[in-house]
């Protein structure tokens, strides 16, 4: 089993939608999640992280964790074609040796003018 | 933007040479952590420098090597070039804080090398 599973896609709404991007985790160990996105030909940008479980807000993007169940979450408000893109979760423990993030395959979004 | 540069933008290399791709740090970070992206998937983790040290490893083999610098820029190394090895090099740096112990949960990448190996 992955560590972070994440559905590919691509997941296709027209411009105006709310979209929902989740993620699964399988390791409990202390951690905080990550959301980044990744336009095509260019590397990831952060955009969220939380530690706890709940909703973060910013802007028009929620991550929202719910530990109990390993499930993570960003909703994206009022999709703008813009927000095409591929969106990437990720994890990170601390270990000994540092921190190293864990990531889904990344799921590709289009946003429909 | 985030700062963190990388070089060369492409490189096109042949099955067993060898190719060197470089990273330049975010201002006021400390910590240079390398991953592999292969098409369609999510970065690997290959490694992780600290204070010119390795700090954690992926499960790469050891013709992956690398570098850090007293500037915190750094290198990667990869030695006897296999076509698996085509991917985006990510560059990603990052502030490690030692209260309770090293962290540096925010990584900041790169725009990344594109490698082809033929």
């Known amino acids: 089993q992955k560590e972070v599973e994440q559905d590919p896609g691509p997941l296709s709404v027209p411009e105006g939608a709310i979209v929902s991007l989740n993620c699964t985790y399988s390791n409990s160990a202390f951690q905080y999640f990550m959301w980044y996105r990744q336009y095509s030909r260019k590397g990831p940008e952060l955009l969220m992280y939380?530690?706890?479980?709940g909703n973060k807000e910013d802007g028009r993007f929620t991550a929202q964790v719910d530990k109990s169940s390993k499930y993570i979450s960003l909703f994206i408000r009022d999709s703008q074609p813009s927000d095409s893109a591929t969106y990437l979760c990720a994890r990170t423990s601390r270990e000994t040796s540092g921190s190293r993030l864990t990531f889904g395959e990344g799921t590709q979004l289009t946003v429909n003018p | 933007e985030t700062g963190v540069t990388q070089s060369p933008t492409h490189l096109i290399k042949t099955r067993g040479q060898q190719v060197t791709l470089r990273c330049s740090s975010q201002?006021?970070?400390?910590?240079v952590s390398w991953y592999q992206q292969a098409l369609g998937q999510g970065p690997q983790f290959i490694f992780q420098y600290y204070r010119e040290e390795e700090n954690g490893r992926g499960n790469f083999p050891p013709r992956f090597s690398g570098l850090q610098f007293p500037n915190y820029s750094s290198e990667l190394n990869v030695n006897a070039l296999e076509l698996d090895d085509s991917a985006l090099y990510l560059c990603?740096?990052?502030?490690?804080?030692?209260?309770?112990?090293?962290?540096?949960?925010?990584?900041?990448f790169g725009p990344g090398t594109r490698l082809t190996v033929t």
């Open positions: 201002s006021g970070h400390n910590t």
């Open positions: 990603a740096s990052s502030l490690a804080r030692l209260a309770g112990g090293l962290s540096s949960y925010e990584q900041y």
């Open positions: 939380t530690y706890s479980s």
